[in-house]
């Protein structure tokens, strides 16, 4: 095809080559082109088949309202290829056809519609039931237009971009670079979003002049030159705006071009205030085979000559409802159509000067007529006009078919932002009659059309947008509205819903292949309400985001029903513009929290799992059950890492009193330099926490708390004593601090090398805190504790010394045979003591007394209005509560899962941890069972899953299995 | 012909000033309860009251999974109940509901998960529910695009693996129901707001709505998320119910790429294909109670982000529409489901969260029989109000959480 390679309106390089592979065949198109244009450049016409009956689909609209032109690309699904600029070397393929879209033998399904009324998949294909399944994968193939391989890869750069602007301006036409130019003039940060590549919206290609005389293509060009002057303005081309939400948030898209570093960029966008310059899209004509190829929308037809050197076709026939139409029918007259008719909708109202040059140019005019029909098979060859009553008929050849009703504002955005949306009688569109906070209509989604007035509407909109980002623009805005109240105002639009067609074969949405006839079937089944219909019929869930029936579905609904005055639209939903999954993943960060230790934990052989926020050593070696680090704690020494522990202090005149209402046990009972174990739980009384307080000196206090609490130990303390008005301060130190454990018979002696104080169980017992300088520089608090059951100590270093007091250990402990232990040895070792972990021992409605920790709970201290206190009262005598005890299997060679059921002939409890001891020989565990079942002795049947009616055998024990009394700990 | 159109669930009807039972929600569990009122307890005197149209709540928002792979003992014979019922449900009421039983896969991405997995089949299994813990290369066999390497955020260490669920159209369900429901005599009433609950000497006596006053001595509230603000605002109870939003999207239509639907905790995320091929995913609430049905930024970007990691060839599809609806969390995300204690005649179907549609057609026949019969079928029983005065919570949750501020 020869293009129209001069003209000053081109947004292609004619020079500049690039091939693509088509369906096998190299084709070539010129930079600038998308990839629809290049295939059209190249003779294609049908570009895909539609959903449903298989019908040919050809270039439609440029801007991506329907999947007629969806293909793949490069083993990418559904891309919308009229509007997806070429880049060299693209594999471009047809979807959902068998054979080829030219050629489809499906095709003879679009004469069996008669078998698919709105909604017939719901009543049939379910008697008898067998035939469902049966049918329901032959649906599955048929539907789904484009194919992913479970395997594909997504080649390609994805960025993401936080911005934060004063005012934000979607759309670069000619009010939305006015917008910008305007609110800049305050000096404020000004982001601008084009979803084309190039601004100039609906100015950019038209020849069509201002009240001046300067073509419509020359003034956007003038407009954009300023906007890129404007140091200000923060222009992204390319850029689709996909959502708003609260607060004028703003979520876009940008293509990278081939100079960008990204392929595609996730662009958030903050600002106070928004300029919604969108402009408008084309309603949709609906009459019989309104989607046959050949048949295009006004701007399609119009851009493709004018923007990529494309005449559409070599003998047209207009059917319009707007002086745009008008507007194109002369420019392409001008530039080599042969123009057989013009059917305008309206009987009156156009634009004079536009009448005049179609005469001039002997173009026949039909007031009051419309296209009925599009025949011909694969393509437009002849179009049947009628009056709009459907009175009298004429047929007129022609290979293009030009057809577009009216205008559709785009005005997502606004819905997006909670705009509530009413019928506007004088332009037909639906509008938003509350506007959201701060956020501003310009342009031609307003009703303008006059090019003056779409300027002064966007310079006005701008202004304020600015003042209500907090600039001072004086009587700038007073000044500016007076201006656009001088110009012409908001259109009177073309109101007609359907050509006059009983409507079997027009399409209300192209992607669904849904009819007139289909909702007019739906109504008559109850469902009247435009959102029902869309459920029910799917008009609008396709991958056009409801761009084509999005407003003639309500207004036909409202037609057709007559008991409705008002027109209701659907919800638009974002994303405004389907977006990739990896452009919105971005960088797609892992968020995990490493300890001061993590580098050598790696160097020593740990296996990572990530276990809340934090990632943790799990295992030293591929032997998960951790023999070896197990026995070298019970028998030698082990060091772990146990820096994810909750870290605090707490201090003030108060304080006591805090931690009196969220802990369980007495605190005032504390000496200074001593420790207490303890727990908090919640109102229901459920253990939520558990770990130490330290008492550091009078009214000083420093706690630990579980990894997984750490996060809202600050916040839950605060809650709880929000009303007292207590005098505390509280500090999160646990990423201020690593804490090291170093456990067994000879952790004390390792330790002993290192620091300079008397570790005997008199000077340093059991609960036993101490403070000393390690090398006249390293602080560090040391607390002798026994989770695992040992001799044990936990030293506390500020993180930035953490490695180095590690490192003096691991060298001190290397005549020993000091090593590492991971998490789930000290999960084996404590649970042979029976030591709880939250959520391990315990569930969400397990409470102190369940977990058989009663025993610190104090009574007396009413006065503290403990949290949870009330609960474990009135819970105490409760029969039936799962309750925590000590479990050895019958079998020690076989121990349960952790997981497996107690049952009788109901579920009475479960298996919270069991292992085969190494240290004791037996089949040790924890199981939670109702209280019923609690008494040592008892005998419990275990469920297992998978075992096939057979049961094992356990028998509830005392607690803890091993080292009864604590000697060990506590020598 | 077959597919003659005419009125679905019946032509418009007068609302009557008496009825033997109104119905407040026109959603899945009113719809369903009118239904087995009329079809198995002779009650078909029954109004259905919505403010909106008839599935604009939850019932028309959820993603349109079903299960029965619980955490207890009470709530997996309900649902199991559920799932039985999909087949029986097409049948009787003539009605394609698209049952795909397709299977389950929860995927567990750390020991403990695997443990409590364990737990959670072999609950399953004990009630004679099928269920079982697969590995990650079996999980990757049923679902080829899984990515099972270890270089991700949450590696996969296996599945729990549920065949006997799968996905039912939920548009159909609200549909067929209000089909079968107008069939047996019950009235649908679109468009009208029930404003007031009227009770004397401690009975049910009446409702108003914005087209009138009904006499009636049964009421059941179950209008989804917003119950539990109407049962306070006209009953003056308040439940221990937190309101948050829940957001789901669709992909672009693709040809069968998920032959399962598959659901992550980690990750907070579920993926299952539509029978018209597009994939819908969503997971995780937002974390604080709000009555919009808003969407928010870091909802959809964390969706993307988790499939990025889990189901990477999704990278290269694009989402199409992303929405929310309404989530009425109970502390131990167990439903309450109670009636005729405190005021008779007076019933409520609420805390469903996200699993009323799930569980709809077995919780209608069981509300039906006990606003029948003033009993509580043992079957409800456990899901009673008082549980929470008694600190007994139910136990489907094992984690902590916490909804609402006060907690």
């Known amino acids: 095809m020869n293009r129209l390679n001069q003209l000053p309106t081109l947004r292609i390089t004619p020079s500049e080559k690039l091939s693509l592979n088509y369906r096998g065949k190299t084709v070539q198109g010129v930079a600038g082109d998308t990839v629809a244009t290049a295939l059209y450049a190249n003779g294609v016409r049908v570009f895909a088949?539609?959903?449903?009956?298989?019908?040919?689909?050809?270039?439609?609209?440029?801007?991506?309202?329907?999947?007629?032109?969806?293909?793949?690309?490069?083993?990418?699904?559904?891309?919308?290829?009229?509007?997806t600029l070429l880049k060299d070397g693209m594999v471009v393929k047809e979807q959902n056809v068998k054979g080829s879209a030219d050629r489809d033998w499906l095709a003879f399904i679009d004469k069996l519609d008669w078998m698919m009324p709105a909604g017939f998949y719901y009543k049939t294909m379910h008697k008898p039931a067998a035939v469902w399944p049966v049918a329901m994968k032959q649906i599955r193939k048929a539907a789904g237009i484009g194919v992913i391989s479970a395997d594909y890869q997504m080649r390609g750069q994805y960025d993401e971009m936080f911005v934060k602007a004063e005012v934000t301006v979607i759309g670069g036409g000619a009010a939305g670079m006015s917008a910008a130019l305007a609110a800049a003039e305050s000096g404020q940060r000004v982001v601008l979003l084009e979803s084309r590549p190039h601004l100039g919206g609906c100015f950019d290609y038209r020849v069509s002049t201002t009240a001046e005389g300067t073509p419509l293509y020359q003034r956007a060009r003038e407009l954009a030159k300023q906007v890129e002057q404007t140091g200000n303005i923060r222009t992204f081309k390319h850029t689709s705006m996909v959502g708003a939400y609260n607060n004028n948030l703003i979520t876009a898209f940008q293509v990278g071009g081939a100079t960008d570093a990204f392929t595609e960029r996730y662009i958030e966008i903050r600002s106070d205030s928004v300029v919604v310059a969108t402009g408008c899209i084309e309603r949709p004509l609906i009459f019989d085979h309104n989607e046959r190829p050949g048949v295009m929308q006004v701007g399609c037809a119009h851009r493709m000559a004018r923007t990529y050197g494309l005449l559409p076709g070599s003998e047209a026939v207009f059917s319009v409802g707007h002086d745009l139409g008008l507007e194109a029918a002369v420019d392409l007259f001008d530039?080599?159509?042969?123009?057989?008719?013009?059917?305008?909708?309206?009987?009156?109202?156009?634009?004079?000067?536009?009448?005049?040059a179609l005469a001039e140019r002997k173009i026949p005019v039909l007031k009051g007529w419309v296209a009925a029909k599009a025949h011909g098979g694969k393509k437009v060859e002849k179009v049947t006009l009628s009056t709009v009553e459907g009175t009298v008929n004429r047929q007129f050849p022609c290979d293009l078919l030009v057809a577009s009703a009216g205008l559709t504002p785009v005005t997502g955005p606004f819905i997006l932002a909670q705009a509530k949306m009413g019928y506007d009688s004088l332009t037909g569109y639906f509008l938003p009659t509350t506007v959201p906070e701060k956020m501003f209509p310009a342009g031609r989604l307003t009703g303008v059309n006059d090019p003056a007035a779409i300027e002064a509407s966007g310079r006005l909109a701008g202004l304020k947008a600015a003042t209500a980002a907090g600039a001072d623009m004086g009587n700038l805005v007073a000044a500016a509205e007076k201006a656009a109240a001088s110009l012409p105002g908001p259109q009177r639009g073309c109101k007609l819903v359907t050509a006059p067609v009983k409507g079997r074969k027009s399409f209300i949405c192209f992607d669904e292949d849904t009819t007139i006839k289909n909702i007019k079937q739906a109504i008559e089944m109850g469902f009247d309400v435009p959102e029902l219909i869309k459920r029910f019929t799917s008009a609008g869930t396709g991958p056009g985001q409801g761009g084509i029936p999005g407003h003639n579905l309500p207004l036909f609904v409202a037609k057709y029903t007559a008991s409705i005055n008002t027109p209701v639209p659907t919800t638009v939903r974002p994303p405004l513009v389907p977006t990739f999954l990896a452009t919105y993943a971005g960088y797609n960060h892992h968020m995990f929290k490493h300890t001061p230790l993590h580098d050598s934990q790696i160097k020593d052989g740990g296996i990572f799992r990530n276990i809340g926020v934090w990632q943790r050593a799990r295992y030293f070696s591929d032997d998960f059950d951790c023999k070896e680090e197990i026995l070298n704690v019970r028998n030698n020494v082990g060091i772990l890492d146990g820096s994810t522990l909750g870290k605090f202090r707490i201090h003030g005149p108060d304080a006591l009193k805090a931690l009196q209402r969220v802990y369980v046990s007495d605190m005032s009972k504390l000496k200074p330099g001593r420790i207490k174990y303890s727990a908090m739980c919640n109102d229901d009384g459920c253990v939520i926490d558990d770990g130490v307080v330290v008492k550091l000196r009078e009214n000083d206090y420093y706690l630990t708390t579980s990894?997984?609490?750490?996060?809202?130990?600050?916040?839950?303390?605060?809650?709880?004593?929000?009303?007292?008005?207590?005098?505390?301060?509280?500090?999160?130190?646990?990423?201020?601090?690593?804490?090291?454990?170093i456990s067994g018979p000879n952790s004390g002696k390792v330790l002993a090398k290192v620091i300079d104080i008397d570790l005997s169980s008199e000077a340093f017992p059991f609960s036993g805190y101490q403070e000393f300088t390690?090398?006249?520089?390293?602080?560090?608090?040391?607390?002798?504790?026994?989770?695992?059951?040992?001799?044990?100590?936990?030293?506390?270093?500020?993180?930035?010394?953490?490695?180095?007091?590690?490192?003096?250990?691991?060298?001190?402990?290397?005549?020993?045979?000091?090593?590492?232990?991971?998490?789930?040895?000290?999960?084996v070792l404590r649970m042979e003591k029976c030591h709880v972990i939250l959520g391990s021992e315990s569930e969400q409605r397990t409470n102190l007394l369940d977990l058989g920790l009663g025993f610190l709970w104090d009574r007396k201290k009413a006065d503290a209005k403990t949290v949870g206190a009330v609960a474990l009262r009135q819970a105490e005598k409760d029969v039936g509560r799962l309750k925590l005890v000590g479990i050895r299997m019958e079998d020690d060679n076989?121990?349960?899962?952790?997981?497996?059921?107690?049952?009788?002939?109901?579920?009475?409890?479960?298996?919270?941890?069991?292992?085969?001891?190494?240290?004791?020989?037996?089949?040790?565990?924890?199981?939670?069972?109702?209280?019923?079942?609690?008494?040592?002795?008892?005998?419990?049947?275990?469920?297992?899953?998978?075992?096939?009616?057979?049961?094992?055998?356990?028998?509830?024990?005392?607690?803890?299995?091993?080292?009864?009394?604590g000697e060990r700990m506590k020598s | 012909m077959f597919w003659k159109s005419k009125p679905l669930w019946g032509s418009k009807t007068r609302l009557k000033s008496n009825y033997d039972a109104v119905i407040i929600g026109g959603g899945l569990h009113g719809l369903a309860t009118a239904y087995y009122l009329a079809k198995e307890h002779g009650i078909t005197d029954v109004a259905i009251i919505e403010k909106r149209f008839i599935g604009f709540g939850g019932a028309g928002r959820n993603t349109a999974i079903v299960r029965a792979n619980q955490r207890t003992q009470y709530n997996v014979p309900l649902y199991k109940e559920a799932l039985d019922l999909w087949p029986v449900l097409t049948k009787e009421l003539d009605y394609n509901l698209m049952f795909n039983n397709c299977g389950n896969l929860n995927l567990m991405h750390s020991e403990a998960a695997m443990k409590s997995a364990r737990m959670t089949i072999a609950t399953a299994q004990f009630h004679g529910v099928e269920s079982h813990l697969i590995d990650a290369k079996q999980a990757k066999e049923l679902v080829p695009a899984l990515n099972i390497s270890e270089d991700i955020t949450f590696p996969i260490h296996g599945a729990m693996f549920h065949p006997p669920g799968g996905i039912v159209r939920h548009d159909a369900v609200v549909w067929g129901l209000a089909k079968g429901a107008a069939k047996h005599g019950v009235h649908i009433h679109q468009h009208t707001e029930a404003t007031a609950i009227h009770t004397e000497g401690g009975k049910i006596t009446g409702v108003t709505t914005s087209r009138g006053r009904i006499h009636t001595p049964r009421v059941l509230i179950s209008a989804g998320g917003y119950s539990a603000g109407l049962i306070y605002q006209?009953?003056?109870?308040?439940?221990?119910?937190?309101?948050?939003?829940?957001?789901?999207?669709?992909?672009?239509?693709?040809?069968?790429?998920?032959?399962?639907?598959?659901?992550?905790?980690?990750?907070?995320?579920?993926?299952n294909q539509t029978l018209k091929g597009e994939i819908a995913t969503g997971a995780h609430m937002d974390q604080w109670p709000n009555y919009t049905t808003q969407n928010t930024a870091h909802y959809i970007k964390h969706q993307a982000e988790a499939l990025s990691d889990w189901l990477p060839c999704l990278r290269g599809v694009k989402f199409m529409r992303i929405w929310g609806g309404l989530a009425d969390m109970t502390p131990d995300m167990a439903p309450i489901m109670d009636g005729n204690d405190h005021i008779e005649g007076f019933y409520m179907d609420c805390g469903w969260g996200y699993f009323g549609f799930k569980s709809c057609s077995a919780v209608g026949k069981y509300m039906a029989q006990f606003m029948a019969s003033g009993n509580c079928p043992d079957m409800l029983k456990p899901f009673n109000l008082r549980r929470y005065e008694n600190h007994q919570l139910m136990g489907e949750t094992a984690e902590l959480v916490s909804y609402t501020p006060n907690n």
């Open chain 1, 707 to 741: 990894s997984a609490r750490a996060g809202q130990t600050v916040e839950w303390i605060r809650y709880h004593t929000r009303f007292d008005g207590w005098d505390f301060s509280l500090v999160n130190l646990t990423d201020a601090m690593g804490v090291i454990n």
């Open chain 1, 335 to 356: 530039l080599g159509l042969k123009i057989n008719c013009v059917a305008d909708i309206r009987e009156d109202g156009q634009n004079p000067e536009l009448m005049l």
């Open chain 1, 49 to 83: 088949r539609s959903l449903k009956y298989h019908r040919p689909r050809g270039l439609y609209s440029l801007d991506g309202e329907c999947s007629n032109t969806c293909m793949d690309v490069n083993g990418v699904p559904n891309v919308r290829t009229e509007n």
């Open chain 1, 894 to 965: 076989r121990p349960a899962r952790d997981g497996a059921l107690i049952v009788d002939n109901k579920v009475r409890g479960y298996v919270a941890t069991m292992r085969k001891s190494f240290s004791t020989g037996q089949a040790v565990g924890m199981a939670l069972v109702e209280s019923q079942l609690a008494d040592t002795g008892t005998r419990l049947e275990i469920f297992e899953d998978e075992c096939n009616g057979v049961r094992l055998y356990a028998r509830v024990v005392a607690m803890p299995f091993y080292d009864p009394k």
């Open chain 2, 234 to 271: 006209m009953l003056g109870i308040k439940l221990p119910i937190a309101v948050l939003t829940i957001q789901a999207m669709v992909t672009q239509p693709l040809k069968p790429l998920l032959d399962h639907v598959v659901s992550s905790g980690a990750y907070h995320c579920y993926a």
């Open chain 1, 774 to 827: 390690l090398k006249d520089a390293i602080f560090v608090r040391a607390m002798r504790l026994g989770f695992v059951g040992e001799l044990s100590y936990e030293l506390h270093v500020p993180a930035s010394y953490t490695q180095a007091v590690w490192d003096m250990l691991k060298e001190a402990g290397a005549e020993f045979g000091i090593r590492n232990f991971g998490v789930e040895a000290q999960n």
